[in-house]
């Protein structure tokens, strides 16, 4: 039997990524007692903690509503609940693969089963993740300008507006027709592309174009449905510190949240592993909270992620697939 040469750099390169989460867990764990670890989540307060899932079980509702309404221009009706249920198996297969991209090219897959529209499904998919990351970065750098102005950091509060700004504007502009039209004669003009890439874009450039009979309510419904999220989100984050009796503020926990969530889109680990406890330990440093509370929190964030992974994973077992899919 004959390994591809693209085979084995898979291979490496996902033994190089789980090299660096377990080399990571290891080290903190090293330098962290388990013992206080332990000790700390004994103390866990799980009413508090169970609040925190409830939240999070309700931004799986309204990021399925979002996506819905994303689809509706493209004559795509799935359910809330098909969203939901793709949702969770994608967060199953996302424990175990490296950084952000993988888990997209899941949900595209898993939908197919459910609208055989797989340009559509592309773009409404690449369009509500670009929503979602900007409107989590945004979030965080409001949060984050009490943080930077009291540490003097001027040069850092104007790069991230400027970041948010842009983030605005490119929203603006995947709704334009000019724009649209601007980039389909730019691709026109790139001879040396190849022609079917280029058929590609203009197929997309002409699907695109139903985003265009979006109402302006459409638009307030989801800017209302993702810095809702995003507030929710943090509250959920903001029961499980309490559990742990961790007194950082709400605002505090904001921009921390946007910070190990953007670090772990970053393909160097498997499933943000490692990355997320080294990140959360570092920054809670920054106000007083020691490493094995800052772990113990760490590991409740990871813990709810598995419940509703293993959710996912039961559903995708049970789904039983149909004629023809692979």
């Known amino acids: 039997m004959i390994i591809k040469k693209t085979t084995i750099k898979k291979i490496l390169a996902y033994l190089f990524k789980m090299l660096i989460s377990g080399g990571l867990i290891w ?32 931004l799986m509702y309204l990021a399925a509503l979002q996506f819905r309404v994303l689809n509706l221009p493209f004559k795509i009706d799935l359910t809330t609940f098909t969203i939901i249920k793709v949702n969770l198996i994608t967060s199953f297969y996302s424990l175990f693969l490296p950084g952000y991209l993988a888990g997209g ?97 203009d197929k997309l450039c002409i699907i695109v174009t139903n985003l265009h009979e979006l109402p302006r309510s459409t638009h307030i419904h989801i800017v209302v449905n993702c810095l809702g999220r995003q507030l929710i989100g943090i509250g959920a984050l903001l029961m499980i510190a309490r559990s742990v009796h961790i007194p950082v503020l ?41 490493p094995a509370l800052a772990l113990s929190y760490s590991f409740l964030i990871l813990l709810m992620n598995v419940l509703f992974s293993f959710i996912g994973g039961v ?6 697939p149909q004629q023809g899919d692979n």
């Open 27 to 58: 080290y903190i764990l090293t330098e962290v007692p388990i013992a206080d670890i332990k000790s700390t989540l004994r103390d866990t307060h799980f009413l508090l903690y169970g609040i925190a899932l409830v939240f999070s079980a309700f």
């Open 105 to 201: 090219a899941v949900k595209w897959i898993k939908m197919q089963k459910y609208a055989k529209r797989p340009a559509e499904l592309f773009i409404t998919i690449i369009l509500n993740r670009f929503i979602e990351l900007g409107s989590l970065f945004i979030v965080g750098v409001i949060f984050m300008v009490p943080y930077l102005l009291d540490k003097d950091l001027y040069g850092a509060l104007w790069i991230l507006l400027a970041l948010s700004v842009a983030i605005i504007l490119m929203y603006c502009c995947a709704f334009s027709k000019r724009m649209l039209t601007i980039i389909e004669s730019i691709v026109a003009r790139m001879n040396f592309l190849p022609a079917f890439f280029r058929k590609k874009v």
């Open 250 to 290: 709400y605002g505090d926990i904001a921009w921390m949240r946007s910070v190990v969530i953007i670090l772990g889109m970053l393909p160097i680990s498997i499933g943000n592993l490692g990355v997320r406890e080294a990140s959360i330990v570092v920054m809670m440093e920054q106000f007083g909270v020691v």
């Open 315 to 320: 559903l995708d077992l049970i789904d039983k």
